[in-house]
């Protein structure tokens, strides 16, 4: 139901964007959530469908979250990229019963 893209290498100080389309119903809460190698998934960002927006202090300031409801996806803008900003960035989508995830994009900051 989620197909994340987007994920590469980039420098310190560089830009991606992450995309996350969903099939099937638009979900009531998405989210962007990251998984570094060895550690526990974290959430960084999430969105209402309305728009409302929360982030973590780790990524505020640098991330936004973003969706469009009209094509179903979510996106991630992620600037000023650090190298602990390494991981495998998650999408998930709240729905009525239980939460969907997709399968992951893998984003390396390197120089």
């Known amino acids: 139901q989620l197909q994340a893209c987007g994920g590469g290498l980039r420098q310190p100080g560089g830009s991606l964007r992450l995309s996350c389309a969903a099939s099937?119903?638009?979900?009531?809460?998405m989210a962007w959530y990251r998984q570094a190698s060895g550690k526990q998934r974290d959430l960084d960002a999430d969105?209402?469908?309305?728009?409302?927006?929360y982030y973590t202090d780790s990524v505020k300031g640098r991330f936004t979250i973003s969706r469009d409801n009209t094509k179903n996806t979510l996106y991630l803008q992620m600037n000023s990229l650090k190298p602990e900003d390494a991981a495998v960035y998650y999408c998930?989508?709240?729905?009525?019963?239980?939460?969907?995830w997709g399968q992951g994009t893998l984003v390396t900051v390197s120089s």
């Open positions: 099937g119903s638009v979900f009531s809460r």
């Open positions: 969105i209402s469908r309305d728009g409302s927006t």
């Open positions: 998930k989508g709240s729905g009525l019963y239980r939460d969907y």
